[in-house]
């Protein structure tokens, strides 16, 4: 898939006030300072597209990114979608006011946003399981929404470790569920991990 256009439209605070469902659409969200943004900005080629890190205070958004994409750089067969980054959990300071809020936004956004197809949850690859990551996931598990796992920043340890990382994971993933979603394993400094993760993208888009 090339994308040829991407454009931020707009921030919301709720499901409710989100751009008309009429187009599929793609989130990623993960803990803060996993990634998330430069993944985002890797994926659209635009380093200025997604702000990284906002400060914890700040007010939680849902922020869409329209994105037109061809099969291949020159073809014409033109598809628009919608990429939404998802405000990060697990910051250090975060009252339990706030973190109820994003709760209740990101279970409202999760469970009603109708042309969501699929959940990118990013994951630290340096890091071992670490229980907000499988909470959140098994969380989408019981909610049946479809996720893909995205391990992050894979080029910052070596390869071994990541390995075990992501074995661990899938792992702990394991006493619970019997089947595990897909899991991609990406680094915004190399590039790694973009063709597969639009991939699975252009494959649901022609569903
Ligand atoms: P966000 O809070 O999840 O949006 O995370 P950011 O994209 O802002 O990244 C947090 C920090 O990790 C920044 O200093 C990034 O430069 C760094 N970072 C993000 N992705 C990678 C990666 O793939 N490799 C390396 N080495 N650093 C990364």
């Not at 921030?11 to 803990?31: H, L, M, Q």
């Not at 250090?92 to 809020?101: D, E, H, I, P």
């Not at 996720?147 to 992501?166: G, L, P």
């Amino acid at each position: 898939m090339h994308i040829s256009k991407a454009v931020y439209l707009i921030s919301s605070p709720e499901v409710d006030k989100c751009p008309k469902a009429d187009r599929p659409e793609y989130a990623f969200i993960g803990r803060s300072n996993v990634g998330k943004s430069s993944l985002i900005n890797m994926l659209c080629k635009n380093q200025k597209l997604a702000k990284t890190s906002g400060s914890p205070g700040k007010t939680q958004l849902i922020n869409h990114f329209e994105i037109t994409s061809t099969s291949k750089e020159g073809m014409k067969d033109f598809s628009q979608w919608y990429l939404v980054d998802l405000p990060g959990y697990g910051f250090a300071k975060v009252s339990l006011n706030q973190r109820r809020q994003w709760e209740k936004m990101i279970e409202n956004y999760l469970r009603k946003r109708e042309n969501l197809v699929m959940v990118f949850v990013l994951i630290d690859s340096r890091h071992e399981p670490q229980e907000l990551d499988l909470e959140f996931v098994n969380q989408l598990g019981e909610w049946e929404i479809p996720f893909t796992m995205v391990f992050t920043k894979s080029d910052k340890e070596n390869q071994r470790t990541v390995a075990k990382n992501i074995r661990s994971f899938l792992d702990a993933m394991r006493e619970t569920w019997q089947f595990l979603p897909a899991h991609v394993v990406t680094s915004a400094i190399k590039q790694t991990g973009r063709d597969k993760i639009l991939n699975i993208i252009s494959e649901l888009n022609q569903q």
